[in-house]
């Protein structure tokens, strides 16, 4: 069974740093892009970055420059480093893994983890 378990969120000021993991288990990570996405009270879930099992990595222009996602393939886990917070990144962020090649058949998402940016 495959299982996401985010971790590090917590209560920053603007302009401060915070590093969230995603461990996963199960078979899955591989073979799957990785992605963290954000979700705000009013809005729908949205990419905040995600990369390929080879590397590649994407971002909204929201946070190009400022976010960074990385994966150990050895721990079975996905980084998001997160840098000069502002107030509009505070949201529930969850953790998704998309099979490569079924991802619609293959797609799972953490509990979410609770990051709040004050001013």
């Known amino acids: 069974q495959v299982q996401l378990v985010e971790s590090g969120g917590g209560l920053v000021q603007a302009g401060g740093s915070l590093r969230l993991s995603c461990a996963a288990s199960?078979?899955?990570?591989?073979?799957?892009?990785m992605g963290w996405y954000c979700q705000t009270p009013g809005k729908q879930r949205e990419l905040v970055a995600s990369i390929t099992p080879g590397g590649s990595t994407n971002y909204p222009n929201s946070v190009k420059g400022r976010f960074t996602i990385s994966r150990d393939n050895a721990k079975n886990t996905v980084y998001l480093q997160m840098n000069s917070l502002k107030p509009e990144d505070t949201g529930v962020y969850y953790c998704?893994?998309?099979?490569?090649?079924?991802?619609?058949?293959?797609?799972?998402w953490g509990q979410g983890t609770q990051v709040t940016v004050s001013s």
């Open positions: 998704n893994a998309a099979h490569t090649v079924l991802p619609g058949r293959y797609n799972y």
């Open positions: 199960g078979s899955i990570f591989k073979n799957s892009i």
